[in-house]
């Protein structure tokens, strides 16, 4: 039974697949890499929009990651022991716990990050190239 099917018997890795989501972690970090080693580069006007997108989604994890901070919290399920008990594996699991909510929000964020960090330095390397091209030419009009 899913969490969806109200049975539990899931984390919300499970929904989001954070597997698939280190290996996208691992993957960007590699394209990081490539760039600060000049392994790509790209205009700035080329990466003007992914990088425009990449932003407003860091911007919506940052707003879903508040939105989930209730997540924090115990739910109330009663003033008895059971409750209590059940209440506090909630707050871990939705929290705190490998694959919750938090730590895969922050980890989608973190990926984004490091996509916007990849393409912000292939434009630079970019940039820096076409300008070693112009003094090249310069240098051989002199």
């Given at each position: 039974?899913?969490?969806?099917?109200?049975?539990g018997g899931g984390s919300f890795a499970?929904?989001?697949?954070?597997?698939?989501?280190?290996?996208?972690?691992a993957e960007t970090q590699k394209l990081v890499d490539?760039?600060?080693?000049?392994?790509?580069?790209?205009t700035p006007e080329g990466v003007k929009p992914?990088?425009?997108?990449?932003t407003e989604l860091v911007n919506?994890?940052?707003n879903l990651s508040f939105d989930t901070m209730a997540l924090d919290q115990a739910p109330k399920l009663g003033n008895h022991?059971?409750?209590?008990?059940?209440?506090?594996?909630?707050?871990?699991?939705?929290?705190?716990?490998e694959g919750s909510a938090t730590e895969v929000l922050a980890k989608l964020r973190q990926v984004a990050q490091q996509a916007d960090e990849a393409l912000a330095r292939a434009a630079g390397l970019y940039?820096?190239?076409?300008n070693d091209a112009f003094a090249a030419l310069q240098?051989?009009?002199a």
């Open positions: 039974m899913l969490i969806a099917d109200g049975g499970d929904i989001m697949n954070l597997g698939a989501i280190q290996g996208v972690t490539a760039a600060k080693g000049g392994g790509f580069k790209i992914i990088r425009d997108a990449l919506e994890l940052a022991p059971y409750g209590h008990t059940i209440a506090s594996h909630d707050q871990k699991s939705a929290s705190q716990a940039k820096g190239t076409e240098t051989k009009q």
